[in-house]
């Protein structure tokens, strides 16, 4: 009887560890920020949404141009329609992660009490919430992509209802919004903490709406490097160091939207996209990947746009070592972004059959890589006739690098 009872024990444990083990397996690969799994995964409330992220990331940018198209003339039927054949695609390609425009000018793509709707969505559906459904069906992770500064020009401004902050700004003509030189877009000012507070409501307004699986900001942080645009809030500020003080209110920034995000649903995963050149990232942007990249509470990917051909002012391999090194060892995962679009415009990417691929085998040998991204749908899956034939061969070449 002992014997039999220790028989039907044992099998009854090793079930159970099986099975443990096969959840265990299911949820880390979803987790793109698995090395904190207790922390990201231990939500008991059973209404929390709990996002869809994969541990290697193989994301494509699908931008407001895009969006655009989809909805052009369109209901909501045919709008679904559009947007399904587009993951169809995505889907088929091996992608598993989508970086979607919501937020592009101080617009919204979605229903907002913070920002006027996009001028592109004629109807009254709801286009992120569709897009999110849609995506989740086809187990594809869904990043809602906003350019937090940038917003409209001078005469797309005037038209918009005065219930909404960006319009008051403008019509007070305070400094809070700004134009600037040789730019024909306005551009929220990153000097005043109310422009921050605009930022973060926008955030917590989708995260809790909407079952967004990240939130993602691309390569357009601080407006410009004129010194009229912050005079006079820079001189207020005791700080000696223009550039020193621009980082720190970037640094502010991205540090808000990190916490306002964790806040409220820290299985939701927020990623930056800052150029690939760091000289340029701290020059022209006052963006501080060295800091984004090896400190907690910045973001949990950095998905740097390496845009450059091996023979380039900024080679390649010499480019993403340099951002693999930055990453190693820290919880921040890396995520190379490739310029698929240069394969009809630049003559290195032009005479090179199947560089983007190469890029890709290229990354996956980097210390730090989780992942890579791909600039943009349009280029590879909708380009014009006479360029097909070129798109088609580069991207059985992209899908089988990312097996």
């Given at each position: ?17 099986a099975c443990g083990e096969k959840e265990s397996f299911r949820v ?26 994969y541990d290697e990331q193989k994301a494509i940018w699908i931008s ?259 951002w693999s090194d930055m990453c190693k060892g820290n919880s921040v ?71």
């Amino acid at each position: 009887m002992n014997k039999l009872f220790f028989a039907l024990t044992l099998v009854f444990v090793l079930l159970f560890s099986a099975c443990g083990e096969k959840e265990s397996f299911r949820v880390l690969n979803r987790g793109i920020v698995s090395q904190d799994f207790e922390n990201t995964f231990s939500s008991s409330d059973n209404k929390t949404y709990q996002a869809l992220n994969y541990d290697e990331q193989k994301a494509i940018w699908i931008s407001y141009i895009e969006l655009a198209d989809f909805l052009s003339g369109s209901d909501e039927a045919s709008f679904k329609n559009r947007f399904s054949k587009a993951l169809d695609l995505v889907k088929a390609s091996g992608f598993n992660t989508v970086y979607v425009h919501v937020r592009a000018f101080g617009d919204a793509y979605y229903n907002s009490s913070f920002y006027p709707k996009a001028f592109a969505v004629k109807s009254d559906f709801d286009p992120l919430e569709i897009m999110t459904e849609l995506s989740h069906e086809r187990d594809i992770s869904f990043h809602a992509w906003i350019n937090p500064f940038r917003c409209m020009s001078y005469d797309n401004m005037e038209t918009l209802d005065d219930r909404f902050k960006i319009k008051k700004w403008f019509d007070e003509n305070k400094g809070v919004i700004e134009s600037v030189p040789d730019n024909a877009n306005y551009w929220l000012n990153p000097s005043y903490d109310e422009v921050f507070e605009l930022i973060n409501s926008g955030v917590e307004e989708i995260i809790k709406n909407y079952d967004v699986d990240g939130i993602h900001f691309d390569d357009y942080f601080f407006p410009t490097t004129d010194e009229s645009f912050d005079m006079e809030e820079f001189e207020k500020s005791g700080v000696s160091d223009r550039s020193e003080y621009r980082i720190s209110r970037i640094n502010k920034m991205v540090s808000g939207v990190y916490k306002t995000i964790k806040k409220i649903n820290k299985s939701v995963v927020f990623g930056l996209s800052p150029q690939g050149n760091i000289d340029n990232d701290y020059d022209l942007q006052f963006a501080d990947v060295k800091r984004w990249c090896s400190k907690k509470g910045f973001c949990d990917y950095i998905a740097p746009q390496v845009y450059y051909g091996y023979k380039s002012v900024c080679p390649y391999s010499e480019t993403v070592k340099k951002w693999s090194d930055m990453c190693k060892g820290n919880s921040v995962r890396l995520v190379i972004g490739l310029g698929e679009y240069k394969i009809l415009s630049e003559d290195e990417f032009i005479s090179t059959k199947g560089i983007i691929a190469n890029m890709i085998n290229d990354a996956k040998k980097l210390e730090s890589y989780s992942g890579i991204a791909i600039y943009n749908y349009k280029n590879l899956f909708a380009a014009g006739e006479e360029d097909s034939q070129r798109v088609m061969a580069e991207k059985e070449l992209i899908e089988k690098a990312m097996e």
